[in-house]
């Protein structure tokens, strides 16, 4: 992501397939060496550790999408 920071993150709904929604966005990426951001979101979902998923020598970081592009399927909703 660093080295090509263009992304997409695409919707699909369940209830209907051909009605989607695309986001087109440049990603940032930061460390998130003291975890801070980790904890807020283990926080959020009942207080997971996340720190006890991490394998020796990886580290966290924290991927910022920035949009460029909105794109949805019918167009208008």
């Known amino acids: 992501m660093q080295a090509h920071p ?3 993150l695409f919707f699909l709904d369940p209830a209907n397939p051909y009605r989607t929604l695309e986001v087109r966005a440049r990603a940032e990426v930061q460390p998130d ?4 951001f980790a904890e807020k979101l283990g926080r959020k979902y009942g ?7 991490d394998q020796p020598g ?6 910022t999408l ?5 794109n949805i399927w019918p167009p208008g909703g």
């Open 6 to 8: 263009e992304c997409t």
């Open 33 to 36: 060496p003291d975890y801070a």
């Open 47 to 53: 207080g997971a550790n996340l720190r006890e998923r």
């Open 58 to 63: 990886e580290s966290r970081v924290v991927v």
């Open 66 to 70: 920035h949009p460029v592009k909105v």
